[in-house]
């Protein structure tokens, strides 16, 4: 595989919100600011499934943003829902290759892009102690990526402080998904490892995913393109 991707599908806006009705609004007020948007589990439940079909035929680009995590015969089967839903991206937890080759057994030869969560941002060395693992954040991310290659996904979900070394060991062909976004003296809200959008970018992230500071601005259509500006002045650097 190789990237080719427009800079208007380098930001992906997380519509994390409690209705339709809400994410319709804001949709709406973005107009062409945004391309790209992730469906998560807040709105799934709340009519979020047709609510991505509605966005797929206006033009737009979906993350469908599950985080799958069942038997191999569950996840293969979901996926291939998923697949015939016209999504463009999925999220699987890369725990293990049971799952991760499960999800590419299901995906067979559609278009849809299967992401890997490595460890999510919310995250601390300290939860992941508590969760029985004994490596750090960046180490375990790194072995999950690894993973998620060797089984055939297309990238991961990782932290922009992940991101470089994620790079560095999967090579330049591989998806780094980047959320945990904040601007420079932003409120950090329940994210431990964040990273400005220059920085994700240069660091190697082929996407960042930016939610409440976009979604919860006095005005997130210029919230949105601020960001887009950030992702432009960091490609042009690197």
């Avoid at 427009?6 to 930001?11: A, E, G, N, P, V």
């Avoid at 033009?59 to 996926?79: P, Q, S």
């Avoid at 919310?122 to 990526?145: F, K, W």
């Amino acid at each position: 595989m190789t990237k080719d991707i427009h800079l208007k599908d380098r930001l992906i806006l997380a519509l994390d919100m409690p209705t339709v009705e809400e994410a319709a609004r804001l949709v709406a007020q973005l107009q062409e600011g945004v391309h790209f948007y992730k469906v998560g589990l807040e709105l799934l439940f709340a009519g979020g499934l047709d609510f991505a079909q509605h966005l797929k035929a206006q033009g737009k680009r979906v993350f469908l943003d599950m985080k799958l995590l069942d038997i191999g015969n569950t996840v293969e089967r979901a996926v291939a829902n998923a697949a015939d839903f016209g999504v463009d991206f999925l999220t699987v937890h890369g725990q293990d290759l049971k799952t991760l080759r499960a999800a590419v057994v299901g995906r067979g030869h559609s278009d849809l892009k299967l992401l890997a969560v490595t460890v999510l941002t919310n995250l601390s060395a300290e939860d992941l102690i508590q969760q029985g693992s004994t490596l750090s954040p960046s180490d375990l991310v790194l072995q999950r990526a690894r993973l998620a290659q060797e089984a055939g996904f297309d990238g991961v979900i990782a932290s922009g402080q992940e991101a470089h070394r994620i790079r560095k060991a999967v090579g330049q062909d591989f998806l780094i998904v980047t959320p945990g976004i904040r601007l420079e003296g932003s409120a950090m809200d329940d994210q431990e490892r964040v990273m400005t959008p220059e920085h994700a970018i240069r660091a190697g992230a082929d996407h960042i995913v930016v939610g409440r500071p976009i979604t919860e601005a006095d005005d997130p259509r210029a919230a949105a393109l601020a960001f887009c500006q950030h992702i432009r002045d960091a490609l042009t650097l690197n």
